[in-house]
Protein backbone atom coordinates (compact mmCIF):
# COMPACT_ATOMS: atom_id res chain seq x y z
CA UNK A 1 0.00 0.00 0.00
CA UNK A 2 2.42 2.18 0.67
CA UNK A 3 4.68 1.55 -2.98
CA UNK A 4 1.19 2.28 -4.33
CA UNK A 5 0.86 5.61 -2.34
CA UNK A 6 4.15 6.58 -3.37
CA UNK A 7 3.44 6.06 -6.90
CA UNK A 8 0.24 7.64 -6.78
CA UNK A 9 2.25 11.20 -5.49
CA UNK A 10 5.08 10.57 -7.98
CA UNK A 11 2.72 10.75 -10.71
CA UNK A 12 1.10 13.89 -9.31
CA UNK A 13 4.67 15.54 -9.96
CA UNK A 14 4.08 18.93 -12.34
CA UNK A 15 6.16 18.71 -15.19
CA UNK A 16 8.59 21.52 -13.72
CA UNK A 17 8.76 19.66 -10.42
CA UNK A 18 9.96 16.92 -12.34
CA UNK A 19 12.65 19.06 -14.84
CA UNK A 20 13.87 20.30 -11.54
CA UNK A 21 14.81 16.89 -10.66
CA UNK A 22 16.30 15.96 -13.81
CA UNK A 23 18.45 18.72 -13.98
CA UNK A 24 19.77 18.26 -10.11
CA UNK A 25 20.39 14.51 -11.64
CA UNK A 26 22.13 15.00 -14.50
CA UNK A 27 24.54 17.70 -12.63
CA UNK A 28 25.38 15.00 -10.04
CA UNK A 29 26.09 12.45 -12.42
CA UNK A 30 28.32 15.35 -13.78
CA UNK A 31 26.59 15.93 -17.10
CA UNK A 32 27.05 20.16 -16.05
CA UNK A 33 26.40 21.06 -19.45
CA UNK A 34 23.15 19.17 -20.09
CA UNK A 35 22.05 20.38 -16.65
CA UNK A 36 22.39 24.07 -17.36
CA UNK A 37 20.76 22.96 -20.79
CA UNK A 38 17.84 21.70 -18.84
CA UNK A 39 17.58 24.77 -16.57
CA UNK A 40 17.59 27.37 -19.11
CA UNK A 41 14.22 25.20 -20.73
CA UNK A 42 12.89 25.21 -17.26
CA UNK A 43 13.60 28.77 -16.37
CA UNK A 44 11.72 29.36 -20.05
CA UNK A 45 9.00 27.63 -19.81
CA UNK A 46 8.28 28.87 -15.93
CA UNK A 47 8.43 32.40 -17.13
CA UNK A 48 5.80 31.59 -19.91
CA UNK A 49 3.57 29.88 -17.21
CA UNK A 50 3.88 32.72 -14.97
CA UNK A 51 2.02 35.00 -17.47
CA UNK A 52 -0.71 32.69 -17.42
CA UNK A 53 -1.09 32.78 -13.35
CA UNK A 54 0.85 29.39 -13.03
CA UNK A 55 3.82 28.07 -11.11
CA UNK A 56 3.88 24.25 -12.80
CA UNK A 57 1.50 22.27 -15.32
CA UNK A 58 0.49 18.72 -14.91
CA UNK A 59 1.88 15.79 -17.64
CA UNK A 60 -1.89 16.07 -18.39
CA UNK A 61 -2.53 19.61 -19.24
CA UNK A 62 1.20 19.21 -21.87
CA UNK A 63 -0.52 19.53 -24.65
CA UNK A 64 0.32 20.39 -28.28
CA UNK A 65 -1.90 23.65 -28.03
CA UNK A 66 0.16 24.57 -24.91
CA UNK A 67 3.14 23.63 -26.35
CA UNK A 68 2.16 25.92 -29.44
CA UNK A 69 1.36 28.88 -27.56
CA UNK A 70 4.60 28.47 -25.77
CA UNK A 71 6.37 28.77 -28.98
CA UNK A 72 4.88 31.58 -30.27
CA UNK A 73 5.20 33.63 -27.29
CA UNK A 74 9.45 32.49 -27.33
CA UNK A 75 8.96 34.38 -30.71
CA UNK A 76 7.09 36.97 -29.68
CA UNK A 77 9.54 37.62 -26.95
CA UNK A 78 12.20 38.09 -30.30
CA UNK A 79 13.76 35.18 -29.70
CA UNK A 80 15.37 33.03 -32.96
CA UNK A 81 14.19 29.64 -34.50
CA UNK A 82 17.19 28.20 -33.21
CA UNK A 83 16.80 29.55 -29.94
CA UNK A 84 13.26 28.29 -29.68
CA UNK A 85 14.18 25.13 -30.67
CA UNK A 86 16.78 24.45 -28.47
CA UNK A 87 14.01 24.97 -25.14
CA UNK A 88 11.54 22.89 -27.59
CA UNK A 89 14.08 19.82 -27.82
CA UNK A 90 15.23 20.05 -24.26
CA UNK A 91 11.71 20.12 -23.22
CA UNK A 92 11.07 17.29 -24.84
CA UNK A 93 14.21 15.61 -23.81
CA UNK A 94 12.58 15.66 -19.92
CA UNK A 95 9.33 14.79 -21.17
CA UNK A 96 10.71 11.64 -22.52
CA UNK A 97 12.00 10.65 -19.63
CA UNK A 98 9.38 11.05 -17.66
CA UNK A 99 6.97 8.66 -20.43
CA UNK A 100 10.21 5.93 -20.14
CA UNK A 101 9.67 6.30 -15.89
CA UNK A 102 5.83 5.67 -16.68
CA UNK A 103 4.82 8.74 -15.15
CA UNK A 104 3.00 10.24 -18.05
CA UNK A 105 1.62 8.57 -21.46
CA UNK A 106 3.27 10.15 -24.33
CA UNK A 107 0.33 12.80 -25.87
CA UNK A 108 2.92 13.84 -28.32
CA UNK A 109 2.77 17.66 -27.20
CA UNK A 110 6.16 18.60 -28.75
CA UNK A 111 5.30 17.28 -32.22
CA UNK A 112 3.68 20.40 -33.92
CA UNK A 113 6.86 22.54 -32.54
CA UNK A 114 9.61 23.11 -34.82
CA UNK A 115 12.78 21.27 -33.27
CA UNK A 116 15.19 21.56 -36.48
CA UNK A 117 18.56 24.11 -36.94
CA UNK A 118 17.90 26.89 -38.97
CA UNK A 119 20.36 27.88 -41.65
CA UNK A 120 22.73 30.70 -40.03
CA UNK A 121 24.86 33.02 -41.56
CA UNK A 122 28.08 32.01 -42.68
CA UNK A 123 30.66 30.57 -39.99
CA UNK A 124 33.61 29.93 -42.21
CA UNK A 125 36.98 32.15 -43.21
CA UNK A 126 38.44 31.60 -46.41
CA UNK A 127 41.89 29.29 -46.05
CA UNK A 128 43.79 32.48 -46.82
CA UNK A 129 42.55 34.81 -43.84
CA UNK A 130 43.85 31.37 -41.81
CA UNK A 131 47.12 31.83 -43.26
CA UNK A 132 46.96 35.15 -42.80
CA UNK A 133 45.97 34.95 -39.39
CA UNK A 134 48.77 32.45 -38.25
CA UNK A 135 51.25 35.20 -39.05
CA UNK A 136 49.61 38.21 -37.48
CA UNK A 137 52.00 40.54 -35.89
CA UNK A 138 49.45 41.09 -32.78
CA UNK A 139 51.85 43.54 -31.14
CA UNK A 140 52.29 45.84 -33.96
CA UNK A 141 48.32 45.55 -34.56
CA UNK A 142 48.20 46.32 -31.30
CA UNK A 143 50.08 49.66 -31.71
CA UNK A 144 48.90 50.65 -34.81
CA UNK A 145 45.43 50.40 -33.99
CA UNK A 146 45.58 52.82 -31.03
CA UNK A 147 46.15 51.16 -28.57
CA UNK A 148 48.50 53.30 -25.48
CA UNK A 149 48.61 50.46 -23.09
CA UNK A 150 52.40 49.66 -21.99
CA UNK A 151 54.55 47.86 -20.45
CA UNK A 152 53.19 44.40 -18.71
CA UNK A 153 49.29 45.62 -19.53
CA UNK A 154 50.59 45.32 -23.58
CA UNK A 155 52.40 42.44 -22.98
CA UNK A 156 49.24 40.85 -21.30
CA UNK A 157 47.46 41.77 -23.95
CA UNK A 158 49.56 40.68 -26.74
CA UNK A 159 49.69 37.79 -25.04
CA UNK A 160 46.38 36.62 -25.01
CA UNK A 161 45.58 37.83 -27.76
CA UNK A 162 48.62 35.74 -29.32
CA UNK A 163 47.34 32.36 -27.64
CA UNK A 164 43.93 32.68 -29.13
CA UNK A 165 45.30 32.86 -32.16
CA UNK A 166 47.57 30.02 -31.95
CA UNK A 167 44.28 27.88 -30.61
CA UNK A 168 42.19 28.49 -33.29
CA UNK A 169 45.12 27.31 -35.75
CA UNK A 170 45.60 24.61 -33.68
CA UNK A 171 41.45 23.33 -33.97
CA UNK A 172 41.96 24.64 -37.57
CA UNK A 173 45.10 22.12 -38.27
CA UNK A 174 43.04 19.14 -36.23
CA UNK A 175 40.35 18.82 -38.55
CA UNK A 176 38.21 21.55 -36.97
CA UNK A 177 38.77 20.53 -33.29
CA UNK A 178 36.22 22.28 -31.06
CA UNK A 179 37.34 24.43 -28.60
CA UNK A 180 35.48 22.47 -25.67
CA UNK A 181 37.39 19.15 -26.77
CA UNK A 182 40.75 20.95 -27.36
CA UNK A 183 39.91 22.55 -23.56
CA UNK A 184 39.91 19.36 -22.02
CA UNK A 185 42.43 16.85 -23.77
CA UNK A 186 45.20 15.73 -21.79
CA UNK A 187 48.86 14.89 -22.85
CA UNK A 188 48.26 11.40 -22.27
CA UNK A 189 45.72 11.50 -24.75
CA UNK A 190 48.94 11.95 -27.41
CA UNK A 191 51.51 9.35 -28.16
CA UNK A 192 53.93 9.66 -30.65
CA UNK A 193 52.36 11.70 -33.24
CA UNK A 194 49.29 10.36 -32.92
CA UNK A 195 46.14 12.68 -30.81
CA UNK A 196 43.31 10.50 -29.54
CA UNK A 197 40.21 11.92 -27.98
CA UNK A 198 36.74 11.01 -27.44
CA UNK A 199 34.48 13.94 -28.90
CA UNK A 200 32.23 15.33 -26.17
CA UNK A 201 28.89 15.80 -28.09
CA UNK A 202 28.46 12.48 -30.11
CA UNK A 203 31.39 10.28 -28.20
CA UNK A 204 32.98 9.38 -31.28
CA UNK A 205 36.86 8.32 -31.29
CA UNK A 206 38.75 10.79 -33.06
CA UNK A 207 42.53 9.85 -34.33
CA UNK A 208 44.31 13.03 -35.47
CA UNK A 209 48.33 13.10 -36.24
CA UNK A 210 50.04 15.86 -34.76
CA UNK A 211 50.96 18.48 -37.22
CA UNK A 212 54.29 20.62 -37.40
CA UNK A 213 52.21 23.05 -36.72
CA UNK A 214 50.11 21.56 -33.81
CA UNK A 215 53.06 20.87 -32.02
CA UNK A 216 54.76 24.20 -32.19
CA UNK A 217 52.11 25.66 -30.14
CA UNK A 218 52.27 22.56 -27.97
CA UNK A 219 55.81 23.61 -27.55
CA UNK A 220 55.06 27.39 -26.96
CA UNK A 221 52.57 26.83 -24.29
CA UNK A 222 53.36 24.63 -21.79
CA UNK A 223 51.04 23.44 -19.43
CA UNK A 224 51.71 23.15 -15.90
CA UNK A 225 48.73 20.34 -15.16
CA UNK A 226 47.42 16.93 -16.99
CA UNK A 227 45.80 18.78 -19.61
CA UNK A 228 47.51 19.35 -23.31
CA UNK A 229 47.51 22.96 -23.30
CA UNK A 230 47.02 26.28 -20.47
CA UNK A 231 43.39 26.38 -20.60
CA UNK A 232 41.91 24.67 -17.98
CA UNK A 233 43.73 24.43 -14.60
CA UNK A 234 41.48 22.68 -12.19
CA UNK A 235 40.53 18.62 -12.06
CA UNK A 236 38.39 16.99 -9.88
CA UNK A 237 35.20 18.99 -9.25
CA UNK A 238 33.31 18.97 -12.24
CA UNK A 239 30.69 22.06 -11.83
CA UNK A 240 34.20 23.74 -10.89
CA UNK A 241 35.99 22.21 -14.12
CA UNK A 242 32.78 23.66 -16.38
CA UNK A 243 32.69 27.01 -14.67
CA UNK A 244 36.18 27.40 -15.29
CA UNK A 245 36.09 26.58 -19.01
CA UNK A 246 32.81 28.75 -19.41
CA UNK A 247 34.91 31.54 -18.69
CA UNK A 248 37.67 30.75 -20.89
CA UNK A 249 35.13 30.18 -23.54
CA UNK A 250 34.11 33.56 -23.35
CA UNK A 251 37.63 35.26 -22.96
CA UNK A 252 38.58 32.86 -26.43
CA UNK A 253 35.73 34.74 -28.25
CA UNK A 254 36.07 38.15 -26.90
CA UNK A 255 39.94 37.66 -27.84
CA UNK A 256 38.45 36.42 -31.19
CA UNK A 257 36.67 39.35 -31.95
CA UNK A 258 39.28 41.63 -31.34
CA UNK A 259 41.49 39.39 -33.85
CA UNK A 260 39.01 39.51 -36.44
CA UNK A 261 38.80 43.78 -35.86
CA UNK A 262 42.41 43.27 -36.82
CA UNK A 263 42.29 41.62 -39.89
CA UNK A 264 39.63 44.04 -41.25
CA UNK A 265 36.36 42.93 -39.68
CA UNK A 266 36.08 39.04 -40.63
CA UNK A 267 33.15 37.47 -37.84
CA UNK A 268 35.46 35.04 -36.04
CA UNK A 269 34.20 32.84 -33.13
CA UNK A 270 35.31 29.17 -31.59
CA UNK A 271 33.36 27.68 -34.05
CA UNK A 272 34.90 29.26 -37.22
CA UNK A 273 38.10 27.40 -37.51
CA UNK A 274 35.78 24.58 -37.50
CA UNK A 275 33.44 25.04 -40.09
CA UNK A 276 37.00 26.97 -41.89
CA UNK A 277 38.34 23.53 -42.00
CA UNK A 278 35.33 21.62 -43.60
CA UNK A 279 34.95 24.37 -46.21
CA UNK A 280 38.62 24.71 -47.32
CA UNK A 281 38.36 20.56 -47.63
CA UNK A 282 35.73 20.82 -49.76
CA UNK A 283 37.23 23.24 -51.79
CA UNK A 284 40.00 21.04 -52.27
CA UNK A 285 37.38 18.38 -53.05
CA UNK A 286 37.31 16.05 -50.20
CA UNK A 287 34.76 13.55 -50.05
CA UNK A 288 31.41 14.81 -48.00
CA UNK A 289 32.14 11.08 -46.30
CA UNK A 290 35.68 11.70 -45.01
CA UNK A 291 35.08 15.59 -43.98
CA UNK A 292 32.02 13.89 -42.19
CA UNK A 293 34.39 11.21 -40.30
CA UNK A 294 36.89 13.32 -40.15
CA UNK A 295 35.14 15.90 -38.03
CA UNK A 296 33.37 13.38 -35.69
CA UNK A 297 30.04 13.90 -36.97
CA UNK A 298 27.44 11.16 -36.39
CA UNK A 299 26.12 11.79 -39.77
CA UNK A 300 26.91 13.38 -43.19
CA UNK A 301 23.51 15.05 -42.63
CA UNK A 302 25.38 17.39 -40.08
CA UNK A 303 28.68 17.95 -42.43
CA UNK A 304 25.77 19.68 -45.23
CA UNK A 305 24.69 22.04 -42.75
CA UNK A 306 28.14 23.35 -42.31
CA UNK A 307 28.69 23.44 -45.92
CA UNK A 308 25.55 24.74 -46.94
CA UNK A 309 26.51 28.46 -47.23
CA UNK A 310 29.79 27.12 -48.89
CA UNK A 311 28.04 25.77 -51.69
CA UNK A 312 25.49 29.04 -51.88
CA UNK A 313 29.05 31.28 -52.63
CA UNK A 314 29.88 28.53 -54.55
CA UNK A 315 27.03 28.65 -56.44
CA UNK A 316 26.95 32.22 -56.73
CA UNK A 317 30.36 32.91 -57.80
CA UNK A 318 29.77 30.11 -60.72
CA UNK A 319 26.71 31.87 -62.16
CA UNK A 320 29.31 35.87 -61.79
CA UNK A 321 31.94 33.88 -63.75
CA UNK A 322 29.67 32.63 -66.21
CA UNK A 323 28.19 35.49 -66.88
CA UNK A 324 31.56 37.22 -67.16
CA UNK A 325 32.79 34.60 -69.45
CA UNK A 326 29.38 34.87 -71.77
CA UNK A 327 29.38 38.71 -71.88
CA UNK A 328 32.84 40.01 -71.45
CA UNK A 329 33.46 39.63 -75.10
CA UNK A 330 30.61 41.25 -76.46
CA UNK A 331 30.36 44.95 -77.13
CA UNK A 332 28.41 47.19 -74.87
CA UNK A 333 24.73 47.53 -76.63
CA UNK A 334 21.41 48.08 -74.63
CA UNK A 335 21.21 44.82 -72.19
CA UNK A 336 19.92 44.65 -68.72
CA UNK A 337 23.44 43.05 -68.13
CA UNK A 338 26.42 45.13 -67.72
CA UNK A 339 29.19 43.70 -70.34
CA UNK A 340 32.63 44.73 -69.49
Known amino acids: MKQKGQKRQKARTGFLAFLNCETEHQRQNGHISLANNYASA ?114 NMQHQLEFARDIFIFCFCARGL ?23 KTRQRIEV ?19 LLPILTKTGNLESVYQQYRYALGRYNACLDTLGMMMGGLKLTSYVSRHSWASAARQQNVPLSVISQSMGHDSEKTTEIYLKSLETGVINKTNHDLLNNVFQSQKPTKTLYSCK
Open 178 to 200: TFVDLAHIRKSDITGRLLVYVRR
Open 209 to 227: QVEPMMQAVIDRYPSKTDY
Open 42 to 155: GNSLSRFLRTKGKTDISFKKMTSLLVTDYEAWLQACGLCRNTTSFYIRALQSVYHKAVRQGLTEDRRPFSGAYRGVARTTKRAIDAKDVCLMSTLDIRNALLSGGNYETGKRLD
